[in-house]
């Protein structure tokens, strides 16, 4: 979960450096953030959740190596 917070982080701020850079309107700024929010929710959402498909191939693969 921190990993996931680093890269976004980066990828944040890699993003206002590019746009203050080019010297991009307020309405790109809300996009580009705004994307990036849902986004990085999305990700958040995904890595909390168990996924039945995952759930079972990783423990039929900790079942053989037992």
């Known amino acids: ?4 917070v680093v890269i976004f982080a980066l990828i ?3 993003e206002f450096r ?9 309405k790109t700024y809300i996009k580009v953030f705004a994307l990036l929010a849902f986004v990085f929710m999305y990700s958040v959402l995904l890595s ?8 079972k ?3 039929a693969v900790l079942q ?3």
Do not use: Q
């Open 1 to 4: 979960m921190l990993m996931l």
């Open 12 to 14: 944040a701020y890699v």
């Open 18 to 26: 590019y746009l203050k850079l080019h010297n991009r309107k307020r």
């Open 48 to 55: 909390l959740s168990p996924l039945p498909s995952l759930t």
């Open 57 to 59: 191939w990783v423990s």
């Open 64 to 66: 053989s190596l037992a």
